[in-house]
């Protein structure tokens, strides 16, 4: 059976800080997950099942360096092996026993995982995370009854500002989306000369602002905005903030959700700026939830078919990258 192609990606599945002393059960593309640290402090992520009895490994704990399963208490090395059975003290069991291990890294505040042995080698890229003059706040997790791409899609579409977002994103005197740009990249595509009028921008905004916006989206699951709003409406020189949206497809149907902010703020605490964010999203959530499907549709053969307009650029820009990469979890 071949690889789906989402399982040669990384996907987030956790705060980097949530992974401890004790085992974490997540969840991705269908697949339950434990994650624990070994002796050196590193994050494993493996198949939450012991390959004795099936029972969940994230039901056990950390013992020396090593994860515990709750049943018959077998140890397993950072490496997948077991190296101890208590019923067999005098055991050594052979390369074979072993739990399944998946590969896994930390980046931009979270943990990540790849389900396939072979694919992309490396997080998707968030350039902000490496300067060194903008201050990095991570938002969520936030739980989600719909699909990743749903998601991911509602992050591109500025449409919907002056309804949604009414009187902090936009208002509804203000909602013409000016023509703005798409052109592909290697790893997705971008949208350019995003122009939206904004009565609250930002945590800082002083005043009403058109603001200038910047997409990208390098990864199924994943699209970075840059937003330049006019200098003279806000209290801090050089203010520009990059935000990005970091999906976990949980199942088809459910996600979990992050953002990373990445800006020259270094005076308001983490809780101002992600109640900031929590107010934005769970604007969007419920909307987000209504929608029917809620597997993105993309396909001929949809269920449903959309209606689109010019307005919706991104979006079908989007869709269509889906169908290139041969995405199939979330879709329809």
């Known amino acids: 059976m071949a690889v789906p192609v989402e399982h040669r990606h990384w996907h987030p599945v956790a705060l980097a800080t949530a992974v401890g002393t004790a085992p974490l059960a997540v969840q991705l593309l269908d697949q339950a997950l434990v994650l624990w640290r070994d002796a050196a402090g590193a994050v494993q992520a493996w198949a939450d099942r012991c390959p004795h009895r099936g029972a969940a490994l994230s039901l056990g704990c950390v013992r020396g360096g090593q994860l515990e399963c709750p049943y018959h208490g077998w140890r397993f090395a950072g490496s997948g092996q077991v190296v ?196 934005i999203f769970t604007q969007d959530q419920p909307v987000l939830e209504s929608q029917r499907p809620r597997r993105l549709p993309i396909s001929d053969s949809a269920p449903v078919q959309e209606l689109h307009c010019a307005a919706d650029r991104s979006a079908t820009a989007y869709r269509r990258h889906l169908r290139a990469l041969g995405i199939t979890h979330g879709v329809c």
């Open 84 to 279: 101890v059975v208590p019923a067999l003290p005098d055991f050594t069991p052979p390369a074979s026993h072993r739990a399944t291990v998946f590969s896994c890294t930390e980046r931009h505040g979270l943990v990540w995982v790849r389900l396939a042995d072979d694919g992309e080698a490396q997080p998707p890229a968030f350039a902000a995370e490496d300067e060194p003059r903008l201050r990095k706040v991570t938002c969520g997790p936030y739980d989600v009854a719909t699909s990743a791409p749903r998601i991911v899609e509602n992050f591109l579409d500025m449409a919907h500002f002056g309804t949604v977002h009414e009187d902090w994103l936009g208002d509804r005197d203000h909602m013409a989306v000016p023509p703005y740009q798409v052109q592909a990249t290697p790893t997705g595509f971008l949208a350019t000369q995003c122009l939206a009028w904004q009565p609250k921008s930002s945590l800082h905004a002083q005043t009403g602002a058109m603001v200038e916006y910047t997409y990208e989206v390098n990864a199924p699951y994943t699209a970075v905005l840059t937003k330049v709003p006019d200098p003279a409406t806000v209290a801090l020189a050089d203010f520009r903030e990059s935000i990005a949206l970091f999906v976990c497809p949980v199942t088809p149907e459910s996600s979990r959700v992050w953002f990373r902010l990445a800006m020259n703020d270094f005076e308001s605490p983490d809780s101002s700026l992600q109640a900031f964010q929590y107010t």
